[in-house]
């Protein structure tokens, strides 16, 4: 069974600081991911996708993709209060274009 | 561009009862998706469709739920009849094709007694 793990948290990171967001998968064949923000109440909003190896920048949001360990990750610079929210990593399988989505990481930036 | 819509925004009926959603997806996406969200879980995929027909409906409680897409633009998803563990938040997404990134509408919270 295709499988995405996050660790649900909540990862409490003051403000200012670099927020690590973590997200491992099992499907080798996976070739597309995707970095979701969701407040509470509110809907998943898309953030952040990487497609190939390395890194991606966006702003303060830089999104890391490991094909061979299998993860892919997501830091936060300059971390702010508005960025409290759980983040969830989603990852689309190639054999039918379905993401399979992670439960989701809760991230508290403490003021 | 306006985002994907939904309707209504909250939805509490007794148990057995039957319940309807509505999404309009994004003007010329061709690929829409029904989700159920959990508290404190990921979306679960419900059913994809292309234009109008079905790709994928194998985590759809098919007993209860149907989901129509006419004319390949609106859908709606049906709960007839509604159980205790069908409370959850129901959320429409639209992709421009299957294999690109998906946008969220903001979801129908479902309450069911």
């Known amino acids: 069974q295709k499988e995405v793990e996050q660790n649900s948290g909540p990862l409490s990171v003051p403000e200012g600081a670099i927020a690590s967001l973590n997200c491992t998968y099992s499907?080798?064949?996976?070739?597309?991911f995707f970095w979701y923000r969701q407040y509470s109440g509110k809907s998943p909003e898309l953030i952040m996708s990487?497609?190939s190896n390395g890194d991606k920048e966006d702003g303060r949001f830089t999104a890391q993709l490991n094909k061979a360990s299998q993860y892919v990750s997501l830091l936060i610079r300059d971390s702010q209060p508005s960025d409290s929210a759980t983040y969830l990593c989603a990852v689309k399988v190639d054999s039918n274009y379905q993401l399979i989505w992670g439960a989701g990481t809760k991230l508290i930036i403490k003021p | 561009e306006a985002g994907v819509a939904q309707s209504p925004r909250y939805k509490i009926i007794e148990k057995r009862q039957s319940v309807a959603f509505w999404c309009n997806p994004i003007?010329?996406?061709?690929?829409l998706y029904w989700y159920q969200q959990i508290l404190g879980q990921g979306p679960k995929l419900l059913i994809q469709?292309?234009?109008?027909?079905?790709?994928?409906d194998s985590q759809l409680p098919k007993d209860r739920f149907s989901a129509e897409r006419l004319k390949g633009v609106d859908s709606t998803l049906k709960i007839q009849p509604a159980k205790l563990e069908d409370s959850a938040v129901y959320l429409c997404?639209?992709?421009?094709?299957?294999?690109?990134?998906?946008?969220f509408g903001p979801g129908t919270r479902l309450t069911v007694l």
């Open positions: 003007s010329g996406h061709a690929t």
């Open positions: 997404a639209s992709s421009p094709r299957y294999d690109n990134e998906q946008f």
């Open positions: 990487i497609y």
């Open positions: 469709f292309q234009n109008n027909g079905v790709v994928d």
């Open positions: 499907d080798r064949g996976s070739q597309s």
